[in-house]
């Protein structure tokens, strides 16, 4: 018999009842005591350092190498026999051990008893594969689940002669049997056995009660008395029910049930009821309802509808935990029903929203008023921040008699336990509502370019989920289960769950208009005045819901703690600026035609196509009213053709910018893709983006060659992006706000079938200017260079420019400027030439600038330049004095060095497509894929 002082080393990382020596000891005192290989398991006494004693089993096969006086135990065996880290045993191994045939163990405590009663088996199992060796009155923890475990303590010890073992321990062999103890149970007479039998707890279906205010129908308020202690009214038929009679001086406990879903164990023990229940009172109430099927009641501790477990604090909680026990495994509890708008009614949401929030409200009374219906699950549409998570929050909020959880849905291997989770949370709780917000991230249509694409356990698992568990869960009013899931569009989620089987209510959230948009201001600001409403509804174009609360938070940022004074004028330039600064959802990821602010009177010339541009483009969008009573299709497409060069695509600019229209440009090259279907898609991406940043105008530049004639192309890639513009421009599903302007230099080259009316019906022409024309564009030019020429010299100048397009005059005017700027920096480097002979001569020292002047360096910039080189020698500041503007002869000079881009060939083609175009001329027929010829 040897013995040895060591250390106790703890293992978190294990759960076994063996203990590890260090193999020094193993070596030299274990194995010198057999003359073969010492037993796996070798017991062992262990001297704690207050004298105390008691046995492990140590493994010899397995020693550790981590320190010469460490003994390794798991961290429950340690908390068992009352070991801490770094204390100091006497360890002394044992032979001749008795062999225990019986060991009889029974529970530690009170909350373990219910748990050993219920896995005794299992309990028994664990004992025999991780304990070999006993001694009396040794307490020893399994493991039933993970996170469940229960403590038993050894009673009493037998040996093959029914001998008890009273001293030192024992060892296991195979035929030692564990005996698990249960508590007695008394004999009770036929009286007793009928009261038994009853239970006395029981699951109340509560409903949140008011918090003040006289009694109402829809809810009690909490009777005086302890507040910090929960109350529960319940009907009187209730408390005979439920065999609850001294309700003054019985003692209540209750247990939240949606409080499972916090659970990790597939088992409910009495120290997680008692960790989680809350001591309540119990009041009779009359005015309570009273259902036969189900008990009603009012609690003060809950928030919205639940069921609730009730029981008194002397009942048997065995009971109430193997009736909660029958429950499926719980995991960490879904979130809970996000706020709504503070105040709103349904009602009030329907200002803004149309019918949609009375539908589906109306809906769900519906399905939980009728157990005969099957179904009932609801999917709601709308766009990013429309106000679905806000509908359906003040729905539920309608009806406090339903229990509601939130998922927020998102892709990745946590979310089959969070919808397991709500899924049990709803059936404890029923009825209830299971709202999955973004449906279409975890459920996406199945394409081709779809990288998230929809895997076909969970494409299973979801199909079963809506349509097997939503008919089990229908068989009673008081015990379904709907599903509300919330997407974008119904095309974005999968073909499988489009059908009336998966969700039996399709229902969509339109866009705001002007009137709901003005309706949700209203109730942002109710004390602005009408005007002022309608002016901040006329700048939220497009917005959403949430744009809306945006905006509005920092308008009343702006405003301050002073608020909105009837008669500020500042105000609204308060909203103009917060508008200015926001980017809307819709227009996020959307570049739009931005350019220099202009206004009509500097556009010279185009007079026709300025009228059809704004008669067709901005009257709709400033009276969109007016326009919606028109009893036919107003006109939303307009090509523009003319020579190159004559202003198509300036016209455009200049009028979205002058009107601030959003414009969404497409250059011809840039449609066509390397990949088949690539094309296509662009053109869909494109009036997808426009239809999102609706009012919006989409302009096709070179529209020639997006949509020329089908069949010229053999590889047929331009025939399958007509066919899509046709069906966008007048197709089966109509652009609403959306508007499409075309321009091209050859409009004869485009498909005819693009031409027609409903699609790009009205040609307008941008033709080579005239002589009036030229006159207003030099003037606006002249304008611009800060030169006023008379009248007589403008003409002059129209009249030597001559089938001259606006392009062509503008590079004459910047010729004419550039030699202007020529002409100053020659005098200038002159000049200071001259001022630096003039500085050596004035005191004798040598004094020098440089000035740095490039290539294309500005009039002003040169000025600026050499002034500060010299500023302060006032002996020289004259030769800096200098005044050159533009001159009659710079313009004649610069009309003589340029050459108009239209040769009288170009100009005769242009007038023959005019004359067909406004149907002067008859157009001679065009086969598909060849092109007009002239002579």
């Known amino acids: 018999m040897n013995s040895g002082s060591l250390l106790v080393a703890v293992d978190y990382t294990r759960h076994d009842l063996f203990v590890i020596a260090p193999e020094a000891l193993i070596e030299n005192i274990v194995k010198p005591l057999y003359a073969r290989a010492p037993p796996a398991v070798l017991p062992l006494r262990l001297t704690k350092e207050d004298g105390s004693v008691v046995f492990v089993g140590c493994l010899t096969q397995k020693p550790h190498q981590q320190g010469k006086h460490k003994l390794f135990f798991s961290h429950t065996m340690a908390s068992d026999l009352g070991l801490r880290e770094n204390d100091q045993v006497n360890c002394t191994s044992l032979l001749n051990v008795p062999l225990a045939t019986k060991v009889f163990v029974s529970p530690l405590t009170v909350d373990d008893s219910e748990v050993v009663e219920q896995n005794a088996m299992r309990i028994e199992n664990q004992l025999l594969r991780n304990v070999q060796v006993v001694f009396p009155n040794m307490i020893i923890t399994t493991t039933l689940y993970a996170g469940a475990h229960a403590k038993v303590i050894v ?23 564990f005996i698990v103890a249960v508590r007695p149970r008394q004999d009770l007479n036929k009286d007793d056995q009928e009261q038994s039998q009853r239970p006395r707890w029981g699951f109340l279906r509560c409903s949140p009660m008011l918090r003040g205010g006289s009694l109402g129908s829809d809810g009690l308020h909490p009777p005086d008395g302890d507040a910090s202690q929960g109350v529960v009214a319940v009907h009187p038929s209730t408390a005979e029910r439920f065999c609850w009679g001294d309700l003054k001086h019985d003692k209540f406990s209750a247990l939240d049930l949606q409080t499972l879903s916090t659970l990790e164990d597939t088992k409910l023990t009495p120290s997680f009821l008692r960790a989680h229940k809350e001591k309540v009172r119990v009041v009779l109430d009359e005015s309570v309802p009273h259902d036969g099927r189900v008990a009603i009641a009012y609690a003060s501790f809950v928030d919205q509808a639940t069921t609730v477990l009730v029981m008194p604090e002397d009942a048997e909680s065995g009971a109430g935990t193997a009736a909660l026990n029958e429950s499926p495994e719980a995991q960490p509890r879904p979130s809970e029903l996000p706020p709504s708008e503070a105040g709103l009614s349904v009602e009030q949401l329907s200002e803004v929203h149309g019918d949609v929030p009375c539908e589906l409200r109306d809906h769900l009374r519906c399905v939980f008023e009728h157990p005969q219906r099957a179904g009932g699950n609801v999917l709601l549409c709308g766009g990013k921040g429309c106000g679905k998570t806000t509908v359906v929050s003040c729905v539920l909020k309608a009806l406090p008699n339903v229990h509601a959880v939130v998922v927020e849905c998102t892709a990745g291997k946590q979310f089959s336990p969070k919808l397991h989770a709500a899924l049990v949370e709803c059936v404890l709780c029923a009825p209830s509502v299971l709202v999955l917000d973004g449906f279409d991230t975890i459920a996406p249509e199945q394409k081709e370019t ?3 694409a929809m895997t076909a356990a969970t494409k299973a698992t979801l199909e079963a989920f809506l349509t097997t568990n939503s008919t089990l869960l229908s068989t009673a009013a008081h015990k379904r289960v709907v599903i509300v899931a919330t997407c974008t569009n119904r095309e974005a989620i999968n073909t499988c769950f489009r059908s009336a089987a998966c969700f039996e209510k399709f229902i969509v959230l339109n866009a705001l208009n002007r009137n709901s948009r003005h309706a949700l201001l209203r109730q942002l600001f ?17 917005y959403t819901p949430f744009d809306v609360k945006q905006v509005s938070f920092r308008i009343k940022n702006k405003l301050g703690s002073a608020g909105y004074k009837e008669g500020d004028d500042s105000f609204v330039g308060h909203v103009e600026q917060a508008v200015s600064t926001f980017t809307p959802l819709a227009h996020t990821g959307i570049k739009f035609l931005k350019g220099e602010k202009q206004n009509w009177a500097s556009i010279g010339g185009l007079s026709e196509a300025k009228k059809v541009l704004y008669d067709t483009l901005v009257l709709p969008m400033k009276h969109p009213n007016l326009f919606a009573r028109l009893p036919l299709k107003t006109r939303s497409g307009i090509l523009l053709y003319g020579a190159s060069g004559c202003g198509k695509t300036f016209i455009v600019e200049a009028l979205m910018n002058a009107e601030n229209i959003n414009c969404i440009v497409v250059n011809g090259p840039e449609v066509f893709g390397k990949y088949i279907g690539q094309s296509e898609q662009k053109i869909r991406d494109v ?3 426009a239809q999102a940043a609706a009012p919006c105008v989409v302009f096709f530049d070179e529209f020639d060659s997006i949509a020329p004639q089908r069949g010229i192309d053999n590889s047929g890639v331009t025939d399958r992006v007509v066919n899509q513009l046709l069906c966008y421009l007048d197709g089966v599903e109509g652009r609403k706000d959306v508007y499409v302007v075309a321009a091209s230099s050859r409009p004869d080259l485009i498909d005819a079938a693009l031409l027609r009316p409903g699609r790009l019906d009205k040609a307008v022409a941008c033709p080579i200017p005239s002589h009036s024309d030229r006159l207003s564009i030099l003037k606006n030019l002249f304008e611009k260079l800060s030169v006023t020429f008379d009248d007589a010299t403008l003409n002059h100048f129209a009249t030597l420019t001559v089938n001259w397009t606006p392009a062509d005059l503008t590079a004459m005017a910047s010729t004419a ?5 020529q002409r100053i920096i020659s005098t200038l480097s002159a000049n200071a030439a001259v001022a630096h002979d003039d500085l050596q001569g004035h005191d004798g020292s040598s004094e020098f600038f440089v000035a740095h002047v490039g290539q294309n360096t500005s009039r002003d910039k040169v000025v600026d330049s050499i002034r500060r080189a010299i500023q302060g020698q006032r002996n020289v500041t004259s030769h800096l004095n200098i005044k050159e503007v533009l001159s009659s002869k710079d313009v004649l000079e610069a009309i003589a060095s340029t050459r108009p881009s239209l040769s009288e060939k170009d100009i005769l083609k242009q007038k023959r497509i005019h004359d ?11 086969e598909a894929g060849s092109k007009l010829t002239y002579c």
Do not use: Y
Request: glycine share 6%; aromatic share 4%.
């Open 450 to 452: 779809n990288v998230q």
């Open 526 to 542: 109710p004390k602005v005045t009408e005007e002022h409403v309608g002016k901040m509804a006329a700048l939220m174009d497009n």
């Open 817 to 821: 400027n550039s030699l202007v700027s």
């Open 916 to 926: 067909i175009f406004s149907k002067k001329s008859p157009a001679s027929p065009v």
């Open 155 to 177: 009673q009493k010890i037998e040996e093959g002669d029914e001998r008890e073992i009273t001293q030192g321990c024992a060892s296991m062999f195979e035929g030692t049997h």
């Open 687 to 689: 009036f997808e983006r």
